[in-house]
């Protein structure tokens, strides 16, 4: 059974860092990697999505990279910036084409 | 668009009481789907469907009911509410069920507190 983790729960960093979130998977056999945002009591918001024939997706200051082979996919964020507090969830599609998600990592960026 | 729509925004019920939750997209999406989110925890999968007329259970089925009779709308029933069923739920539409290339997009959740 799929199991999708992210690790730390939180993290708190100063404006205008460089960060990176990090997902890790059970089983390689997905079709894409996804993240979302949310923000307080709203609703998801997708951001990239890695298919699992690709290595990395960029949108502006974000970028997220997926190993099939060692289970990971990372989201890094480019001189992070206060509006960008938020949680962020990975969600593996696995193989009935069911999303699969973390727990989400609660980002703080303090200016 | 409206995207993906939910009704209500919040509701209390007693414990034993049923309700059905509204989930309406104007997209034209074939997928939709139900999701539970509990603190600490992963969205879990409710009920989903690929086409009107079509559900089939998640995760966590237990407790609900689902229909598909047209595209755009897709309501979760709590048939007799429990305080295990205190959640906040949120309703979900992509455009195809079996394309890994499609995204989901969500609905600004359901804030239901069972007593």
């Known amino acids: 059974k799929q199991e999708v983790t992210q690790i730390p729960a939180a993290l708190s960093v100063p404006e205008g860092e460089n960060l990176v979130l990090n997902c890790s998977f059970t089983?390689?056999?997905?079709?894409?990697l996804q993240w979302f945002r949310q923000d307080p009591g709203k609703g998801l918001t997708s951001l990239l999505l890695?298919?699992?024939s690709q290595r990395e997706q960029t949108s502006g200051r974000l970028n997220a990279s997926l190993d099939k082979s060692s289970g990971r996919s990372t989201l890094y964020i480019a001189a992070s910036q206060p509006g960008d507090s938020a949680t962020y969830l990975c969600?593996?599609?696995?193989?009935?084409?069911?999303?699969?998600w973390g727990a989400g990592t609660k980002l703080i960026i303090k200016p | 668009n409206a995207g993906v729509t939910q009704t209500p925004e919040f509701q209390v019920l007693k414990t034993g009481q049923s309700m059905t939750l509204q989930c309406a997209q104007d997209?034209?999406?074939?997928?939709m789907s139900w999701y539970r989110q509990d603190p600490g925890m992963g969205l879990r999968l409710i009920h989903y469907?690929?086409?009107?007329?079509?559900?089939d259970q998640g995760e966590v089925p237990n407790g609900y009911n689902v229909s598909r009779s047209t595209t755009e709308d897709f309501p979760l029933r709590l048939l007799s509410a429990a305080p295990s069923q205190t959640s906040v739920y949120f309703c979900?539409?992509?455009?195809?069920?079996?394309?890994?290339?499609?995204?989901?997009?969500f609905g600004p959740g359901t804030r239901l507190t069972v007593l």
């Open positions: 979900a539409s992509r455009p195809q069920a079996l394309l890994q290339a499609d995204t989901q997009y």
């Open positions: 997209m034209n999406h074939e997928y």
């Open positions: 469907s690929v086409g009107a007329g079509i559900t």
């Open positions: 089983d390689s056999a997905i079709y894409n």
């Open positions: 890695i298919q699992s």
């Open positions: 969600a593996a599609m696995d193989s009935n084409y069911q999303l699969i």
